[in-house]
């Protein structure tokens, strides 16, 4: 077993652990949105973010990704940690405005509007992978994954084309955290699915 603190409590992970993992087992809430069990973590939406400190020393490091280690300081509830969260939730506010699941996540932590900029009032997506990583990972199929880079990413069909591959299992649906996967899943079934994400 390791051992190591989480805010000052002593807690026992099992190797192979992440601080997450241990931090779920002991009911210390830290809020995700990439992270499901089903597949592997990602670091990607680093809402998860926690404060290693040691001394003088700190850093910040996204809890799905971080191991557990002997010895370490865990906390999920400083200043620092607070206002990576805000800027988080703010992003995320600004990036998928219609999703009343962001919406009602960032309002528990406080988070009702946002300094950036809103591109577009319908969208719900976080581009957090979720959909694409559990088509690969769970299904066995690449029907879908993120494509294209900067403010032009989406989730979308290889190359942007048709595609046969999808079959329609509504495995994307279930782990999405939003409702972006659901409003779509007609397109998905119709395997329409090179132009609705
Ligand atoms: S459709 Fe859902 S699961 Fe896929 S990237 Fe967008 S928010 Fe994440
Ligand atoms: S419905 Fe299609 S895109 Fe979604 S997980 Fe299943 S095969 Fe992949
Ligand atoms: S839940 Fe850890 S980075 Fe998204």
């Given at each position: 077993m390791i051992r190591f603190k989480i805010n000052d409590k002593?807690?026992?992970?099992?190797?192979?652990?992440?601080?997450?993992?241990?931090?779920?087992e002991y009911n210390i809430e830290i809020p995700t949105l990439c992270f499901n069990e089903a597949v592997a973590p990602s670091g990607a939406c680093r809402l998860c973010m926690v404060e290693l400190k040691e001394g003088?020393?700190?850093?910040?490091?996204?809890?799905?990704?971080?191991?557990?280690?002997?010895?370490?300081?865990v906390y999920t509830e400083t200043d620092k940690v607070k206002n990576i969260r805000r800027w988080i939730f703010e992003m995320l506010l600004a990036s998928s405005p219609a999703s009343s699941e962001i919406a009602a996540m960032a309002k528990k932590y406080g988070v009702t509007s946002t300094r950036f900029t809103?591109?577009?009032?319908n969208e719900?997506?976080?581009?957090?992978g979720l959909c694409a990583r559990v088509c690969e990972e769970v299904v066995g199929l690449s029907a879908?994954?993120?494509?294209d880079r900067g403010v032009r990413k989406k989730i979308g069909a290889p190359f942007?084309?048709?595609?046969?591959?999808?079959?329609a299992c509504?495995?994307?649906?279930?782990?999405?955290?939003?409702?972006?996967?659901?409003s779509i899943f007609d397109n998905v079934?119709?395997?329409?699915?090179?132009?609705?994400?």
């Open positions: 002593e807690v026992k992970a099992r190797k192979g652990w992440t601080i997450l993992e241990t931090a779920r003088g020393w700190s850093k910040t490091v996204a809890s799905c990704i971080y191991p557990a280690a002997e010895g370490i300081n809103i591109k577009d009032q719900t997506c976080i581009l957090c879908i994954s993120i494509v942007m084309q048709p595609t046969d591959v999808c079959v509504g495995c994307c649906v279930t782990v999405c955290p939003t409702d972006k996967m659901e079934r119709k395997k329409n699915i090179s132009t609705v994400y």
